[in-house]
């Protein structure tokens, strides 16, 4: 007996006049049904720390049994009959892989959505048997409550038989099963240090952007307030205002994986722009230089409020980027908030008892913060 294994599909159809006349052949005649075929558990010798199956779903057109086979003699028929696996498709594939295969629960959980999973027999002249199988199936990572797919995997082999003989049959059907578990176990040993849809773990860290070399643009520093100087805009100002400031938040977001870990490193950046600043000549004065410092720090605290709703708690692995992009723009909508609050309040510097009870309010949140000592 001869068998032939080489990825992909083989489609070869069987002349439909040679199966009538097989048909013909046996007509007649009692035809004994065939006994299933027993999957033989076995210790592959491949194994992995990285996952484990832990389902397998059945999506084949067909799942009444694994093919059609050519009976022996004995039975009095000659025409190909449907076939299973002792007990069933699925349950004896899934008795196989936990016994053959690593199954560790702790580890990373992976189902096998098994498309087509098939034998398909043909008599030849005289007493030979051809028979061609095909695998396909999906692989999937559970991860959060959902199902994230990996890719799919096909694959098919051919072999020759006497009609007398069905021993190739299971070790054939076996060794496809096998090998699609290989191949799994090869590209997720391979992928998972690196590969974002394996990772089991995010983490993010912050940077505080504070390298001022730019003419135009200050970013936060608490070692550094506000001075006159930073106020490039010029004198002249809408309405009745002394000075205004040109606050911003921006931030830098950069994700690797590395050991099945999401780092993410976010860089926020409070800034405020010189050339958009501008204060009357008469205005220069400690107190209006505190008001606008204020908006300076609602920004800074902006900043923070930030950092704490993407923390990796409130992160997910599937949706982390969205996350902190929705939080971004929550961030943004905060600071105009807080700038108009503050304004409103203070009428713009000209109420000092609402002043202090920002500045205050100011101060005690960066120190709480550890923003200021």
Same mark, same amino acid.
Not at 56 to 65: M, T
């Given at each position: ?17 040679? +199966?009538? +006349? ?26 992995? !720390? ?57 580890? !990373? ?51 020759? !038989? ?69 106020? @490039? ?45 501008? #204060? ?13 410092? !204020?908006?300076?720090?609602? #920004?800074?605290? #902006? ?13 997910? +692995? ?36 609402? @002043? ?18």
């Amino acid at each position: 007996m001869k068998t032939y294994f080489r990825r992909g599909l083989f489609f070869l159809a069987a002349p439909l006049l040679v +199966l009538s +006349l097989l048909a013909m052949r046996g007509a007649g005649q009692p035809a004994a049904k065939m006994d299933p075929l027993v999957l033989k558990s076995e210790q592959l010798p491949f194994q992995t !720390r990285e996952f484990y199956i832990s389902d397998v779903i059945d999506e084949r057109p067909n799942a009444k049994g694994v093919g059609l086979l050519v009976p022996t003699p004995s039975t009095g028929s000659s025409t190909p009959q449907t076939v299973d696996f002792q007990g069933g498709s699925v349950p004896a594939i899934k008795k196989y892989i936990k016994e053959s295969f690593s199954h560790n629960p702790k580890l !990373r959980p992976i189902v096998m959505r098994l498309k087509e999973y098939q034998v398909t027999e043909k008599q030849t002249s005289g007493s030979r048997v051809e028979g061609q199988m095909q695998i396909s199936a999906g692989f999937e990572v559970q991860r959060e409550g959902k199902r994230i797919h990996l890719f799919d995997y096909r694959s098919g082999a051919r072999y020759a !038989r006497t009609i007398g003989s069905q021993s190739v049959v299971e070790p054939t059907l076996r060794k496809m099963l096998s090998e699609s578990l290989r191949y799994l176990t090869t590209w997720v040993d391979k992928e998972a240090p690196y590969n974002e849809k394996l990772a089991r773990e995010i983490k993010v860290y912050f940077e505080d952007y504070v390298r001022n070399q730019d003419d135009d643009t200050v970013f936060y520093d608490p070692k550094r307030p506000l001075t006159w100087n930073d106020f @490039q805009g010029g004198s002249r100002i809408s309405g009745s205002y002394a000075a205004s400031v040109f606050p911003g938040l921006s931030n830098d977001i950069h994700a690797t994986v590395k050991d099945g870990v999401i780092h993410v490193r976010v860089s926020t950046k409070p800034y405020i722009l010189r050339n958009l600043s501008k #204060v009357l000549p008469n205005a220069r004065n400690e107190y209006a230089l505190n008001h606008e410092q !204020r908006h300076f720090d609602i #920004v800074k605290l #902006v900043s923070e409020h930030y950092k704490q709703r993407i923390r990796p708690e409130k992160l997910t +692995l599937e949706d982390y980027e969205s996350i902190i992009k929705y939080q971004y723009l929550e961030a943004l909508w905060e600071m105009d908030r807080l700038q108009k609050q503050y304004d409103g309040e203070t009428g713009h510097g000209m109420n000092h008892g609402a @002043q202090e009870r920002w500045n205050k309010k100011i101060d005690d949140e960066l120190r709480a913060l550890k923003v200021k000592q």
